[in-house]
């Protein structure tokens, strides 16, 4: 975060404000004044009261930290997700090869995960086995762990990739997500994208009876999180998900009467996909309840 101090310097001297107006009451002029040179870092819950006395949301800083233009690497995200929705492969092929290009040239880690990113869109169109190197899985997971806030960025890059983890690494940056994306969520585009991310965690973690525990954990937390009310499909697959945990942890006729209610919604919705998605699901959930 430290290289966030020469933006909050600019932004601070064009509003006119002292280093004495902008630390009082939260940090020291000598710590402020470290961390404006980038040679000190600060805590998130300092960086976030220096923007609430700034007037500043997070978005509008980085779009100043960015020279006013939008953040390549979320402009990214959606040059993918048109190529993947236009069944483009060689448009997806052609991103990875720029976000290799980039990588070997910068070195900047974004760019080796975004590769990542690609290399799941193109084997889902490919309709094949989704599978990455344990170097890079690992590379991913530190990228993502290290990073001391989350914005849309890191919470769309972890959604997308988080089935190429295992377990215990999707546990620790589900949590992480949770965590340092509280200053964000907020924004509408931030809370949407964590919706996702705690959605797609539970239904990671369903299929491991040993973590029936955490998946009752963001259940919980998913359920306290305001889903907008347009968003059906969310609070379909929300409802979807509760029927299935009631099935995992014995409850089989309550949990099939929920699942079966959330599969009519999904189909009153038109989206024939997700019926036969859920279907499957449910039928591989009751397998695995079977005694055996």
Known sequence: ???????????REEKGYTMQQLSDGILSISFLSKFERGNSNISISYFFQIL???SLSYDEFLFVHNDFKLDNFETFFD???QAYVNHNLSKLQTLKEVQIDKWRTTKIAAYRCNTLVLDVLICILRDEFID????AIEFLFDYLFQVEVWGYYELRLYNTTMFLMPPEMVLTLSETAVEKSVYLRKLAKVNQIIIYVLLNTLTYLIRHNKYLKEYEFF?????????????L???NHLLYL???YEVKIGNKEKGIEVVNKAISM??????TGLVTERENFLLIILNDTKPK
Do not use: C, H, V, W
Request: net charge neutral; no cysteine.
């Open 79 to 81: 040059k993918a997700e």
């Open 242 to 244: 509760q029927g299935i």
């Open 266 to 271: 999904f189909r009153e919705l038109g989206s």
């Open 132 to 135: 990455a190197e344990k170097e």
């Open 219 to 231: 259940l919980d937390y998913l359920g306290n999180i305001p889903i907008p009310e347009k968003d």
């Open 1 to 11: 975060m430290n290289e966030y101090g020469k933006t909050i310097r600019k932004i």
């Open 52 to 54: 609430e006395r700034l």
């Open 233 to 235: 499909l969310s609070r």
